[in-house]
T-cell receptor, first 113, second 112 residues
Framework: GENVEQHPSTLSVQEGDSAVIKCTYS??????FPWYKQELGKGPQLIID?????GEKKDQRIAVTLNKTAKHFSLHITETQPEDSAVYFC????????????FGRGTSLIVHP | DAMVIQNPRYQVTQFGKPVTLSCSQT?????MYWYQQKSSQAPKLLFH???????NEADTPDNFQSRRPNTSFCFLDIRSPGLGDAAMYLC???????????FGDGTRLSIL
């Protein structure tokens, strides 16, 4: 089955700095890669996703890059703000009939004012 | 507007006393999920439904059961809660293959 590794487990940055979270996956058939942000006491919410036919996607301060050959994808947050502090989860889903994404273990991002 | 609604947000029960958590969705999604999440961990899948087709994860304890009476509602029953079942329980939906999941804000379950 699919295995998703996520690093780092904790990331501490100063406000205004950039933050990068990396995930690797094992199943070359995976083709959909969402990122979720989970704030304290709430459920995970999608912030950005990417499909295997695209190498990069941006949405304002957030971007995701995908390297299919190396089987890794990364979340990039620029100009971090204190409200970016949360736990971030990557996930991977394979094509062809599985409704079960595999999650990474999560990264706790702390943005210091 | 909330699209996946979980009730209650906080639930306290006694050791061994059955408890039911509920989830409703306004998205008309075919797939619904129940996850258990403990502190600083990724959500752990307990069950999922495709329509009324029930799928149980191999390592989900027998103490946990689920019902989906219609597209909009799904319930998680814990027959005899133990201290180890204290956790956040998340409900989620998905509309089609390789689409994002939509999560509710969870029910925080405490066991006395």
């Amino acid at each position: 089955g699919e295995n998703v590794e996520q690093h780092p487990s904790t990331l501490s940055v100063q406000e205004g700095d950039s933050a990068v979270i990396k995930c690797t996956y094992s199943d070359s058939a995976s083709n959909y890669f969402p990122w979720y942000k989970q704030e304290l006491g709430k459920g995970p919410q999608l912030i950005i996703d990417i499909r295997s036919n695209v190498g990069e996607k941006k949405d304002q301060r957030i971007a995701v890059t995908l390297n299919k050959t190396a089987k890794h994808f990364s979340l990039h947050i620029t100009e971090t703000q204190p409200e970016d502090s949360a736990v971030y989860f990557c996930a991977a889903s394979r094509a062809g009939g599985s409704y079960i994404p595999t999650f990474g273990r999560g990264t706790s991002l702390i943005v210091h004012p | 507007d909330a699209m996946v609604i979980q009730n209650p947000r906080y639930q306290v029960t006694q050791f061994g006393k059955p408890v039911t958590l509920s989830c409703s969705q306004t998205l008309n999604h075919n797939v619904m999920y129940w996850y258990q999440q403990k502190s600083s961990q990724a959500p752990k899948l307990l069950f999922h439904y495709y329509d009324k087709d029930f799928n149980n994860e191999a390592d989900t304890p027998d103490n946990f059961q689920s019902r989906r009476p219609n597209t909009s509602f799904c319930f998680l029953d814990i027959r005899s809660p133990g201290l180890g079942d204290a956790a956040m329980y998340l409900c989620a939906t998905m509309g089609a293959y390789n689409q994002p999941q939509h999560f509710g804000d969870g029910t925080r379950l405490s066991i006395l």
